[in-house]
């Protein structure tokens, strides 16, 4: 999901995407080989609703199909770089422009969040294509001496409505507040000054360690 206010500063829009991953073997053979969920086009999905008792013979073979529209529509054959360009790419220009944008995913563990997000080395995610378009446009920026730009980083969780500072783990839990330059923040976080998109991927690693759920970049099976 992805939301930004570039276009304009006073009409927020939020796209809303969906990935469907690959089946795994124990799931193929649940459902014979036939999925649950069918892409029918870009925008449009069929979700099979099958019945919560399967000992009626008269139904166990039947079920129902709910329809829905998204913005956009992934199957489990869509490589990275094609969810990157049409949902988050658009983004980083706003962003340079001094504007919010915000992604993020949303599903059950085991969705494919983690992998969504960061990937792996030879099939990066959107957060890792992000940092890397960012940054080759603040360097072709510097270049042309139009703007100069400066990056800071944080990393925090909010888990059971607290909220952490993962890069400085013996923090307290930090308070949300509002703040009359930079509006509403997390008093006390620390930022980092980075300079490339390694800098920050080495900072997450790092922030990793001390999250209450644990995950790994480049993990397929997290989140």
Known sequence: MAQTDV????????????RVRPLSHKELEDCNGEADVQIMDKRHVIVKIMPKSLDDPL?????????????YAFDEHTDQAEIYNLTTRILVDGVLEGFNATVFAYGATGAGKTY????TPDSPGIMVLTLQDLFERISKSDEANEFSFKVTFNYLEVYNENIQDLLSPSSVYLDLREDPVKGMCVAGISDWEVS?????????????????????LGSTTAG
């Open 116 to 119: 969504t997000m960061i990937g």
């Open 196 to 216: 490339s998109a390694a800098d920050i991927l080495e900072l997450l690693r790092r922030g990793n360690r001390h999250r209450s759920q644990v995950t790994s």
């Open 7 to 18: 276009d304009d500063a006073n009409d927020t829009k939020v796209l809303v995407a969906l």
């Open 59 to 71: 139904r166990g073979n039947r079920h129902r199909e709910k329809r829905y529209t998204f913005d």
